[in-house]
């Protein structure tokens, strides 16, 4: 079945008689309706987004940077040098990080903090309905 995401991705030829894969360049098409629903989402997740989202979180987030995070990173193992304290860091790399999101957690955690279920829905149809051919 179709949803509301789905993209139909197409092969539009950069040269004439293209003969290899990269004579082509790939553009998705997705429905407007998904367009502006995603839009309006986005609009109205950015008014609260700031009591949402921990203040550290620095990627995907207006006015900061994903570097901030490194910067901070560095800040302080410039000061354990400085003062000689032992300092441990660790790195998590969450590979693939939207495949492994449980959305049915996701959808009670919003639940939760009072997120409207009609919202709730619609977001649900926007990552849940996802396919492209």
């Keep these: 079945t179709k949803g509301l995401n789905s993209t139909f991705i197409a092969l539009i030829p950069k040269v ?25 989402l ?20 207006k006015d900061m940077q994903i570097l901030d995070g490194i910067f901070i990173a560095n800040e302080a193992v410039d000061e354990a040098r400085k003062t000689k304290k032992e300092l441990m860091l660790f790195k998590v790399d969450f590979e693939k990080a939207y495949d492994s999101v449980d959305w049915g957690y996701l959808d009670a955690v919003m639940g939760r903090m009072s997120f409207p279920v ?13 396919s492209a051919s």
């Design 16 to 40: 004439d008689s293209p003969q290899r894969l990269n004579d082509f360049r790939p553009i998705s098409l997705v429905g407007s309706l998904y367009k502006i629903l995603a839009k309006v």
């Design 42 to 61: 986005a609009n109205r997740l950015r008014l609260v987004i700031g009591s949402v989202i921990s203040e550290s979180q620095t990627a995907f987030v």
């Design 118 to 130: 009609l919202w709730r829905k619609w977001i649900k149809e926007c990552v849940g309905t996802a």
